[in-house]
């Protein structure tokens, strides 16, 4: 058996990045232009992983009966999901996205 926690998820690498610039009109006014870009890389965050080694199937396989009355075993598949990926993403680690925006302060 594997000690608990013995198993990591990729490192998180995500860059966002914002540059503005003010324009001051009068002492109190004055318009903001800026754009933001949120993981400017645009890397997948692997944010979960199947932990389960070993899983219980409700059938082992399956018996189909054809025309020709000829019974045919289906077997389950064998292959383990331990650690593949099934998360990424979500709502804090997402796709590249860009924003431009005006601010007027007055």
Known sequence: LAPRNFYRLPKI????L???????FTESTALEVLIEGFNIFNRTQV???NSGIYTASTT???LTVPASGV??????????SFL???AAGGTLF???QVQFAVRFQF
Do not use: I, K, Q, Y
Request: overall charge positive; hydrophobic content about 35%; proline content about 3%.
């Open 13 to 16: 690498w995500n860059l966002d």
């Open 18 to 24: 914002r540059v503005s610039r003010r324009f001051h």
């Open 71 to 80: 019974l045919t075993p289906t077997l389950a598949n064998g292959v383990s």
């Open 94 to 96: 997402r796709e590249r």
């Open 47 to 49: 944010t979960g992983a």
């Open 60 to 62: 082992a396989g399956s």
């Open 84 to 86: 593949v990926t099934n």
